[in-house]
């Protein structure tokens, strides 16, 4: 297993809120990608957290670009580095983004760079609403969950479209690398990313990063959702290299979706079948990954 | 050594960015523009131009890339046209802001609907508010010229803003001409590569764009405001030292034709200028005193420029090739505006020309003796739209 660096590029003084999942996806992949590294953030909690002018917590050229053009400011980066004579390998250029920025509003833009084959790595930050803004249901909101425009009353419950399978669509591209990573396995995460960053092309980095505002989930708990999720398979930890699927962490032993589901606000109203519809889903998925594993695999 | 060639205001204008080694060109087809990002395409598989080609997926984020290109060092240009420059709004109020000098050519073409492909300013006229700078060509020499100036006034330190050259579709963009392009050592002398102070850089890390707090945010804004206070003055300095090397002079903010001591004064832009400036003197010749301004650059707006050039006129009348719902033509507001205060005269807007009318030399003959008729019997209309099919006879007679 990698071991993490040492070093730091992200400081104290961040915007973040207590127990924030996404700043500490932003601490390990800055660790595991080390200095020569240009980053760009789009509208989202990360254009924010690095803290308002004229401070900076983060020790790396930073840009910030418009809500729906992260895999755009990439591939403009990335082409000036060219035009200068920057291989790939000295600098990498990594589009940072929230599930919004990345799954909704900024996916024909993420699109476009991926079927270019952009040298970039691609990360989408997932908090599973648009929490910057208040807790605005998002693609990446799973079925089930309150958020502000998905709110609970006697008319209208909860989100009930399913969440948006990023993976897959990266896949669809044919991307040469696209993983899974939780902020509950730093050492895994370092890992992922090195591996990313050694791949040419288009990388695709999905940061399950969970959000005690926006979840309505205690602080404290953010590392133990992020592995519960892992544990009930909620969120595997996989990997797509070149079509070839992997599951790089399996639960030792699969806990019941309810655990995860209970310590957060957000499900609080659901009702018993509901819980019990999930928990289906949840196997259902978790079996289809499994044979894709093998599937590719063989 | 220079060349003649006979080519569009479209290749005139990927000649324009060849000559200007751009480093970065993202693009996105629209017609009438194809030809720009062909014409580039071409010249780069061919191995004629050293640049790195985005093939982007839509005009917001060829924009978008190029903001990201420049912000890395690199010089960036992009082309576009009426609904793609639509798309790309919110960015170019974004290269203003981030004070990127990114040059993008723009065809100017009617917006839809209905869906029209022809010549009209809306669509950029549209834009002046994003601070972006807009020179409007007449011909297609014009077009590769002010995409190297351009390049040099944006590139100033003390400027450090966008540009749009915009050319007329159809009329300018497939029309050919002969073009000097021009010795690339001349225009490399011209134009030294772009080496801006402040840019992504792993061993200097900034960071660009982040949240402004009301403390900081209207500084940042009277900033870009200094910088168009000072842009009309290096305009005419660039288009001086530009006209003087390589002998073709633009006219820089306006291009006078005839102005010395004229009653009356037409005020056009883009490609109507040629043949209105065949009809003034059709009309000098039969004792009109009469003359012509081209306005070229709208953005910054030559205030200044108009107040002198409007001493002891009695008459302006400004042709407008677009038009603003609710207000009037673009030019002819600004230019009242730019007066105000200043100069006692007649002032009339003719909307003409859109969604690629045609304007013939009789129908500009006819709007510049009704300009010149004003003189006896005053402003009848402060706005008439001219060659309508409810009025047709009138301004084809």
Redesign the interface.
């Known amino acids: 297993m990698a071991k993490v660096p040492e070093i730091e590029l992200m400081f104290q003084g961040t915007t973040a809120c207590p127990g924030c999942g996404a700043g500490n996806a932003m601490r390990y992949l800055l660790k595991a990608l080390g200095k020569n590294t240009i980053i760009n953030i789009p509208a989202c909690c990360w254009a924010v957290i690095p803290g308002v002018y004229p401070s900076r917590n983060l020790d790396i050229p930073l840009l910030y670009n418009a809500f729906e053009a992260t895999g755009a400011a990439s591939s403009g980066v990335r082409a000036a580095l060219n035009a200068k004579g920057v291989d790939p390998r000295e600098i990498t250029v990594v589009g940072f983004a929230g599930d919004g920025g990345t799954a909704d509003i900024g996916i024909q833009a993420l699109s476009g760079c991926v079927e270019r084959g952009t040298d970039t790595i691609q990360v989408m930050y997932d908090n599973e609403a648009y929490m910057n803004t208040g807790i605005q249901r998002s693609g990446e909101t799973p079925y089930g969950a309150w958020t502000t425009t998905t709110p609970v009353g006697s008319k209208q419950a909860w989100k009930k479209a399913p969440k948006k399978n990023m993976m897959e669509i990266m896949n669809a591209h044919g991307i040469p690398y696209a993983v899974t990573m939780s902020i509950a396995y730093p050492e895994l995460m370092i890992e992922k990313i090195q591996k990313a960053k050694d791949i040419l092309g288009p990388k695709f980095v999905h940061i399950y990063a969970p959000c005690p505002t926006g979840w309505r989930s205690n602080p404290s708990d953010t590392v133990e959702l992020a592995r519960l999720a892992v544990d009930t398979c909620v969120f595997p930890l996989y990997e797509i290299e070149n079509g070839v699927y992997n599951v790089y962490k399996k639960p030792k032993k699969k806990v019941p979706v309810k655990d995860y589901l209970k310590i957060q606000g957000r499900f609080r109203h659901l009702p018993e079948e509901e819980v019990e519809r999930i928990q289906k889903n949840v196997d259902l998925e978790w079996e289809k990954l499994l044979k894709k594993v093998k599937f590719t695999k063989e | 050594m220079s060349e003649m060639k006979i080519v569009s205001g479209n290749f005139a204008a990927a000649y324009g960015a060849k000559l200007s080694r751009v480093?970065?060109v993202?693009a996105y087809p629209i017609t009438p523009q194809t030809e720009v990002v062909e014409k580039i395409a071409q010249l780069v598989s061919e191995g004629e131009m050293d640049?790195?080609y985005?093939?982007?997926?839509?005009e917001?984020?060829?924009m978008?890339?190029?903001?990201?290109?420049?912000?890395?060092?690199?010089r960036?240009y992009t082309a576009s046209s009426a609904h793609g420059l639509a798309l790309m709004h919110?960015?170019l109020i974004?290269a203003s802001g981030a004070r990127l000098p990114v040059v993008m050519t723009n065809i100017n073409r009617a917006m839809g609907p209905p869906w029209s492909v022809w010549a009209d300013h809306h669509d950029t006229l549209a834009q002046k508010g994003t601070g972006q700078m807009q020179f409007f060509c007449e011909n297609n020499q014009e077009v590769l010229d002010s995409v190297i100036m351009a390049y040099k006034i944006g590139e100033d330190a003390e400027i450090m803003l966008p540009s749009m050259v915009v050319e007329d579709a159809f009329i300018l963009s497939h029309t050919k001409e002969p073009v000097e392009i021009y010795d690339q050592e001349l225009v490399d002398e011209f134009l030294p590569s772009y080496d801006p102070e402040y840019k992504?850089?792993?061993e200097r890390?900034?960071?660009?764009?982040?949240?402004?707090?009301p403390d900081?945010y209207m500084d940042f804004r009277y900033k870009i405001a200094e910088a168009f206070e000072k842009a009309p003055d290096k305009i005419e300095k660039v288009n001086k030292e530009f006209s003087e090397i390589f002998g073709n002079d633009n006219g820089g903010l306006i291009e006078e034709y005839k102005t010395d001591g004229v009653d009356v004064l037409i005020v056009t832009m883009g490609s109507i200028s040629s043949t209105s400036k065949d009809v003034i003197d059709e009309l000098r010749a039969e004792g009109h005193n009469i003359g012509l301004a081209r306005l070229r650059t709208f953005r910054p707006f030559p205030v200044e420029k108009f107040r002198k050039i409007t001493k002891g006129v009695n008459v302006v009348g400004v042709m407008d090739r677009s038009y603003t719902f609710g207000h009037g033509g673009d030019a002819a507001r600004e230019i009242k505006d730019a007066l105000y205060g200043h100069r006692d005269l007649i002032l009339k807007d003719y909307i003409v020309g859109l969604g690629g009318r045609d304007m013939t030399p009789k129908i500009l003959k006819n709007i510049m003796l009704d300009a010149i008729s004003l003189q006896d019997k005053g402003l009848d209309n402060e706005i008439e739209w001219v060659d309508l099919r409810i009025n047709q006879e009138r301004w084809r007679r």
């Open positions: 480093e970065v993202a640049a790195e985005v093939m982007v997926e839509s917001h984020s060829a978008a890339a190029c903001i990201a290109a420049s912000n890395t060092g690199a960036a919110e960015l974004w992504l850089d792993v890390p900034f960071g660009f764009g982040s949240l402004g707090m900081w």
